[in-house]
């Protein structure tokens, strides 16, 4: 019983498939649990629903998570509504490929029983303090999150059993040596290259940029230079973070919560036991007692005795145990032992007869308040200023509603100031306005068109606004003079390019023919060799080099990320033979090849399942 339960609670697979639970979580957001019926649909995968509400979620909590990463290059991605495009479908993409594993997880029976998901809430990080489940903190989570208790054990059962799919396809593959033998040294190569870089912003400084060429470009490139639909926006936002210095505790608050929650700061009684287990019938349970109770040693006898081999190993000891996580019948004796020393009679479970032996007792403890307090407050102070944001979520959509014309009202019943923004398009929001569903409301009729306030918008967990629209200014191409600094900018870059390429091929030219008066005529000088691996910014290119023959280097002009043309020289190739890097390798030619699996896992899926996407059909 017990191998069973340590497997259950450290095996390798339960640790994959919580590091996949945490990612989904973070991304996935609240999903089906707070939606309904009869709502306008993004997808549908065979019988399996996938609402817009649902869609947005995600998009706005992967779109969250990307800006978090990236910064400001996403909100550069984000102005370009192609990428938008494509970026809302890949998330559409991947709820669908999840509902297809959902539905096979489904139709092959694969159950996850209530015991799991509590061993796995109990085991998630993003709901520990100090190593240990915290209440508080699970609570918390959840609420921002948009979850109640049951929902978030809801989403956890579907994730798991999604992903025990996705794990049996991982099990069954394997790498040959042969393979790991040759990727190994394709990626430990080593290639030793001299470069001289051509930096293109030099060559563009010296560029001589006529008048009639600026009008040219001009006149050629009026699509560049046009100046996208903007508007003026005033809002107000109110977020329950800005509420919390406005939610004073008290020490007699803190001491009362205390109280009224001291099961929360105590710990159970843990008892040390070892035990024996007999698989067969209880007569031969009964042997074994009748030895324990001649006064033969319990170790010894549950090495020669016990039938749960890695306990017996250890004379039967399971170490410390506390109340509800082990099976009752076994929990009841253990705690029914008095003394240090005791054993029980025979207790029988489901998974045989059990002779247990106490072997320490530790009494419950209690923080004292002192410990505590400081995290009592943050918790109230939380509750608080929730409590405080929804109340006033409520006061600030009944204001803008009742004067549709001015957010006066509305600013002044949450106790908050009106911001205008500057001039800006659909790319170049600012961020308190870049919310897709912010910015959909702001050009929607009603706000752009009618000068109405819009309705009440969540943009993240208790952080909503309202917006009107005060001014707009229609699209247009910006006339010449304002234009001419980007024009002369993009004219001059164009001849550094052409001029430092031309250079560029001139001396690799040169050079293969043994001649370097090129490279002297014009001041160059190739740097330092070194050898590169395969994470150079260079290796794209020069990997695909000939080696050099008879001792002669090749050359060759290649790019560097910052766009500056490089004169290559390869000297030698170095082949490598690192043991070490065998299994780094191995793991990764396996996880290719278990997401070749999965990708062709999902296209048969795909075949055979009628699936429709509403939202691409708009």
Do not use: C
């Not at 081999?309 to 019948?329: F, N, Q």
């Amino acid at each position: 019983m017990m191998d069973r339960i340590r497997e259950g609670s450290t095996g390798l697979a339960v640790k994959i498939i919580l590091g996949l639970i945490i990612f989904s979580f973070v991304f996935a957001g609240v999903g089906s649990y707070l939606v309904g019926g009869g709502q306008p649909l993004a997808a549908k995968v065979g019988e399996r629903e996938i609402t817009r509400n649902e869609f947005e979620q995600v998009y706005q909590n992967e779109r969250n998570r990307m800006q978090s990463q990236l910064g400001e290059y996403f909100a550069t991605l984000l102005g370009d509504p192609a990428y938008v495009e494509q970026f809302r479908k890949s998330v559409l993409d991947r709820m669908v490929n999840d509902a297809l594993l959902d539905n096979q997880a489904q139709d092959l029976g694969l159950r996850i029983s209530d015991d799991q998901i509590r061993q796995t809430i109990l085991s998630m990080p993003q709901f520990q303090k100090d190593g240990k489940f915290d209440e508080e903190i699970y609570n918390i989570s959840l609420r921002r999150a948009g979850f109640s208790s049951d929902s978030f054990a809801a989403y956890l059962r579907q994730d798991l059993a999604r992903n025990q799919l996705v794990m049996a396809l991982e099990s069954t593959e394997f790498t040959l040596s042969n393979e790991v033998q040759a990727q190994a040294a394709l990626e430990t190569q080593q290639r030793e290259i001299r470069t001289i870089t051509l930096n293109t912003a030099d060559f563009a400084k010296n560029a001589k940029v006529t008048d009639e060429e600026i009008t040219e470009y001009y006149n050629a490139n009026k699509q560049q230079f046009v100046r996208p639909e903007q508007v003026k926006v005033s809002y107000v936002e109110l977020s329950g973070n800005s509420l919390k210095a406005q939610a004073p505790i008290t020490d007699k608050e803190i001491e009362e919560y205390y109280q009224a929650n001291l099961d929360k700061y105590s710990t159970q009684e843990k008892r040390e036991v070892s035990h024996i287990l007999i698989k067969g019938d209880e007569a031969d349970a009964q042997k074994v007692l009748d030895r324990i109770n001649n006064g033969e040693d319990f170790a010894t006898v549950a090495k020669d005795a016990s039938q749960d081999i890695p306990t017996a190993k250890e004379g039967g000891s399971l170490g410390w145990i506390e109340r509800g996580v082990i099976d009752p019948e076994f929990e009841d004796a253990a705690f029914q032992l008095a003394k240090v020393g005791d054993h029980s009679g025979i207790v029988k479970s489901a998974f045989g007869f059990h002779i247990i032996q106490l072997n320490g007792i530790e009494e419950p403890t209690t923080k004292p308040l002192a410990e505590v307090s400081a995290d009592i407050k943050s918790f109230l102070v939380d509750e608080h200023a929730a409590d405080a944001f929804y109340s006033l979520q409520t006061e600030l959509a009944e204001k803008a509603f009742e004067s549709p014309d001015s957010l006066d009202d509305a600013a002044e019943a949450v106790d908050a100031k009106i911001v205008t923004s500057d001039f800006f398009s659909q790319a170049d929001a600012p961020k308190a306005l870049a919310d897709s569903a912010v910015l959909q409301a702001i050009y929607s009729p009603e706000v752009k068109e009618d000068g109405l306030n819009s309705d009440v918008i969540e943009i993240a967990p208790e952080h909503v606004i309202v917006v009107r629209v005060e001014d707009v200014r229609d699209e247009m191409v910006l006339p010449l003079d304002e234009v001419k600094d980007a024009v002369i900018a993009r004219l001059s870059q164009a001849q550094g390019e052409q001029e430092a390429l031309e250079l560029a091929q001139n001396v690799i030219s040169g050079l293969n023919k043994g001649d370097n008066s090129v490279m002297a005529n014009n001041g160059l000088a190739f740097a330092e060799a070194r050898m590169i691996s395969r994470n150079d910014e260079l290796a794209n290119d020069v990997y695909r080099l000939e080696k050099p023959a008879d001792g002669k280097s090749t050359y060759a002009q290649v790019m560097d990320r910052q766009g500056n043309h490089v004169i290559v020289a390869l000297d030698s190739v170095l082949e490598l033979n690192d043991s070490n890097m065998s299994s780094q390798i191995a793991t990764g030619l396996l996880r290719s090849q278990t997401q070749q699996d999965l990708t062709a896992t999902l296209d048969t899926l795909k075949e055979s399942t009628e699936i429709s996407y509403p939202l691409l059909e708009q």
